[in-house]
């Protein structure tokens, strides 16, 4: 779990330094601008083309995801569990991980960096929903996305001089609703 962790960390870091290293080599002010834009996560100046490009991404990483739902759900157990179950883990990690990819690098690569919405809201929903993974799927899926809107119009109504962008608000409510739920998971477990 350590060696696991110190990689997050190290990975983040040489992303964070070649971020910066495109940001300083930003070619004009412009280019500049965009960049900062995208790195902040917005909707703003979207259409139906961009709903395009990254649709058949999104619906081939749903199906993927939707496949994989019977080995999550005996993933559950525990992985010595599943295989003997003849769930293929590496068949199973392989369809979770290039699902989920292809749906977060389509949304990213057109809205950009909009985080913390997929690690709350299936937590949000699992007592509602059930604590099975494969139920969970859809609606969190649906359930991101109302969420997004929502903020997403709330953001462009709220007064002030500058649009909020959608990535820093959803950071910004995410990342202590995270904390929140880290914590009393952990305390819960004692």
Request: hydrophobic share 60%.
């Amino acid at each position: 779990m350590l060696t696991l962790i110190l990689a997050g960390v190290a990975i983040n870091s040489l992303a964070g330094a070649l971020t910066a290293l495109a940001l300083n080599l930003s070619p004009n002010p412009f280019a500049l601008a965009d960049m900062v834009h995208w790195l902040m996560g917005s909707f703003a100046d979207r259409s139906l083309e961009d709903v395009a490009l990254a649709a058949p991404f999104v619906l081939l990483g749903m199906a993927l995801l939707l496949v994989s739902g019977p080995g999550l759900r005996a993933l559950v157990l525990g992985e010595e569990t599943a295989a003997s179950l003849g769930i293929g883990l590496l068949k199973l990690r392989l369809l979770v991980t290039i699902g989920a990819a292809l749906c977060v690098g389509a949304g990213v690569a057109v809205s950009g960096a909009i985080g913390f919405v997929g690690l709350v809201v299936p937590h949000l929903l699992r007592p509602l929903v059930g604590y099975d993974p494969a139920r969970l799927l859809l609606p969190s899926a649906l359930a991101g996305a109302v969420l997004l809107v929502a903020a997403d119009s709330l953001v462009r109504i709220l007064p002030g001089v500058t649009e909020l962008k959608l990535g820093v608000v959803t950071a910004l409510i995410g990342a202590p609703a995270f904390l929140h739920l880290v914590w009393t998971t952990r305390r819960q477990m004692r």
